[in-house]
């Protein structure tokens, strides 16, 4: 160990194995489902012709889709329940739950970017422009396995509900998954590669850690909390021979 | 010898001299030679037969009208049968009955000779036939005591006229299984083909003034499979679409039945095609009549039969022409919407009649559509999907296509379940309201699914534009920063 150590250097343990393995799952099993999503959706294009053949024509795509998203609900299932059991069994903070100061930290972040405020807004663990990706992508998700149960099983749906409900689902299905891709794909990668922040890759959710200079920009309440001083020590604050802090089991 | 010489010379000049002889009006008031009466004392009965060795036998019968009617009615029967006169009848023994024939034509050529003849062309080449050993039966084209008048001699304007000096006249050839063909050709009919400019030679390679090859053939559908070959020579682009066809493969598989060209074209009345559609359909008609009957009544055959209505398909607009492919195949299976599609996409077809074009655009991008047209593709380039897919024919119908209009609407849902079943084993009833039944969906026809487009017609660009506003201010704040 060198003597002195730059914030840059001093590592913030962020994300624990459980949640790196987490974003793996979902992110391969993500990919699987729009790549065989996206190009049934636009079939005529020469891309998708192309790619359906390649994966050995149009059932066998369907049906990559479908096994997809089997592991999808299984990942997602298992992520509310190991959510909702830390939350319940106080293990973990409910960190991502949305409350008022996501609010006024998006309305204080518009108000710094047009320059009526001097420094962006302080978050916690999760900043409120990861809550809303968080719950987009959750709340999409479920309506996603909805409507795709709905599609997968027609005929038993159609017992109990009207016919119109199918086509229905299949509008719902791929505009939704048009949102959730956009959000991905503008969002998501913006915040996590193309960031002047992070460029060119937050690796965060890959290492589980982070360096203590963007805990102190990205989330200083939360470090604050983990060294156990004022906020206001937070900014500026340079540590020598700062041991590698372990952080609380995160709950996403 | 010579008294006979004389006879025959004088006959010959009594023949060019009076027409009237031969003039069959006058039949009845030709007096027979004393020595035919007496022939015909016996041979003018029935019952009189000859056999031959071969056990064929031949009937001695004469008429004697036909006989006063022949060009040979001045003759003594004698003059032919020379070995026979009113004192002497010998006994003649034959192996068979073409023996005896070649035998008697014998007689013919020592007044017609061949110098006199042989300017015939299928005389030349009997001629040469007869050289060469095979000896040909004067009687086969001429009859026997029936002997009719040959015009010819005359200078001919042009091939077709010069062939029409014979077939002009009402005669006929037999084939080996006795089925007669007429060779008299309307010439009325050749003139309002399409073929008017043609020659007799440019179908009938081989003949010609010089040459008229003597063909035999088994049967009257053998030379009509045998002359449909002629067509190539000029259509060989159809002919080679014709190779590919169902009706081909059936006839190269040894089935006569299976229409070559001239079924549908016709012969020497030959049409240039689809100037009526409901003479087309007919033509299909002689060997599919069941389908035909059916088609009579669907909404595109009372529309061609009743209306006139030229805008509609006829077979030959869904099967083609000339490359017919079976249509129980896949490949054929899966061209079935682009076929309607050539009529109920085109808006200017439709507009007519008040039809939507949706149908077809809706089709394509449902999942039957969808996966019809990938399994097109797939079957180029990977393994063959045998699973059938639902095309326009499996809920409309085929040959027997109705019209939806006018009928119950839980009518056609009843019935479009059972079709759905057919695949869909375990439909259960509402399973056609899953489907939006050709229509885009609009507030009155899908509520639902209008409202679901609608909301994310909105919502998608909004969620766009507000997440890249904030991506360009976030940038541009830490630009300033910086």
Not at chain 1, 6 to 34: N, P, Q, Y
Not at chain 1, 153 to 179: C, D, Q, Y
Not at chain 2, 45 to 70: H, L, P, T, Y
Not at chain 2, 457 to 462: A, H, L, R, V
Request: one cysteine or more; proline letters at 4%.
């Amino acid at each position: 160990m060198t003597d002195i150590q730059t914030d840059a250097e001093v590592k913030v343990r962020r994300f624990s194995r459980g949640r790196i393995f987490e974003h793996w799952l979902a992110a391969l099993t993500f990919t699987i489902l729009v790549v065989t999503g996206i190009s049934q959706r636009f079939f005529a294009l020469d891309i998708s012709q192309w790619l359906i053949l390649k994966l050995g024509g149009i059932d066998n795509v369907r049906l990559i889709h479908r096994y997809a998203a089997a592991v999808f609900v299984i990942a997602a299932a298992s992520h509310i329940v190991i959510a909702a059991l830390g939350i319940v069994l106080k293990k973990w903070q409910p960190s991502m739950v949305i409350n008022r100061n996501d609010f006024t930290d998006a309305v204080h972040d518009i108000r710094y970017y047009i320059g009526r405020e001097n420094a962006p807004a302080r978050c916690d663990r999760y900043t409120y422009k990861q809550k809303f990706e968080y719950w987009g992508i959750l709340t999409g998700g479920l309506l996603m396995i909805a409507t795709g149960f709905i599609l997968w099983f027609p005929m038993t749906v159609v017992r109990v509900f009207p016919g119109e409900l199918i086509p229905a689902a299949k509008a719902l299905h791929s505009n939704e998954a048009m949102v959730i891709v956009l959000l991905i794909a503008v969002w998501h990668i913006y915040n996590s590669i193309f960031s002047p922040e992070v460029f060119p890759l937050d690796t965060s959710i890959f290492t589980g850690y982070i360096s203590r200079e963007r805990m102190a920009r990205e989330h200083p309440i939360e470090l604050a909390r983990i060294e156990g001083t004022g906020l206001g020590e937070i900014n500026g604050h340079t540590q020598k021979d700062a041991p590698v802090l372990k952080a609380e089991e995160p709950s996403s | 010898m010579k008294g006979r010489k004389i006879f025959f010379t004088v006959a010959i000049l009594l023949l060019c001299v009076c027409p009237a002889f031969v003039d069959p009006v006058s039949a009845r008031d030709i007096v027979l030679s004393d020595e035919a009466g007496a022939c015909l004392g016996c041979h003018g009965k029935q019952g009189i037969v000859k056999r031959f060795q071969s056990g064929e036998s031949v009937n001695a019968f004469v008429d004697a009208e036909k006989f006063k009617a022949s060009v040979h009615s001045f003759l003594t029967c004698s003059g032919c049968h020379s070995e026979f006169s009113m004192d002497n009848h010998p006994s003649r023994r034959f192996r068979s009955k073409k023996q005896y024939q070649i035998r008697a034509s014998l007689e013919c050529r020592r007044c017609h000779t061949d110098e006199q003849i042989k300017g015939k062309p299928i005389h030349a080449g009997l001629l040469k036939g007869n050289s060469e050993g095979k000896a040909a039966v004067c009687t086969e084209c001429h009859s026997a005591h029936s002997v009719k008048p040959v015009t010819g001699g005359k200078v001919f304007a042009g091939e077709g006229q010069y062939c029409m000096s014979c077939h002009g006249y009402n005669f006929s050839m037999t084939f080996r299984n006795g089925e007669v063909l007429r060779l008299t050709i309307d010439r009325s009919h050749l003139e309002g083909s399409a073929h008017s400019k043609l020659s007799c030679s440019d179908c009938h390679y081989g003949f010609s003034s010089e040459e008229h090859p003597r063909r035999t053939f088994k049967s009257r559908r053998e030379y009509t499979i045998a002359l449909s070959e002629s067509c190539r020579r000029c259509h060989f682009d159809k002919y080679t679409k014709t190779q590919e066809s169902i009706h081909y493969a059936m006839l190269s598989k040894g089935n006569l039945k299976a229409p070559a060209c001239t079924d549908c074209h016709g012969a020497h009345s030959i049409a240039s095609g689809s100037r009526e559609k409901s003479l087309t359909a007919r033509r299909c008609q002689g060997c599919h009549p069941a389908i035909y009957d059916i088609y009579a009544k669907s909404v595109h055959g009372k529309a061609l039969f009743d209306e006139h209505n030229q805008d509609v398909p006829i077979c030959v607009d869904c099967h083609t022409a000339h490359d017919i492919i079976h249509p129980h195949t896949l490949d054929y299976r899966e061209s079935i919407p682009a076929m309607c599609s050539n009529c109920h996409a085109d808006k200017a077809i439709m507009a007519k009649y008040g039809l939507s074009t949706d149908v077809v655009k809706t089709y394509l991008s449902d999942f039957h559509g969808i996966t019809l047209g990938f399994y097109k593709k797939q079957r180029e380039t990977l393994s063959k999907p045998a699973r059938p897919i639902a095309v326009c024919t499996d809920c409309h119908g085929i040959h027997n296509i109705s019209s939806t209009r006018g009928t119950d609407a839980a009518v056609l849902k009843a019935n479009l379940v059972k079709r759905c079943q057919q695949c869909h084993k375990d439909a259960p009833k509402n399973f056609p309201d899953t489907w939006l039944s050709h229509y885009e969906p609009t507030p009155a026809r899908a509520p639902l699914v209008y409202a679901v487009n609608l909301i994310y017609k909105i919502f998608i660009p909004i969620l766009v534009i507000g997440l890249f506003l904030q991506i360009l201010l976030h940038i541009w704040r830490y630009a300033v920063d910086r």
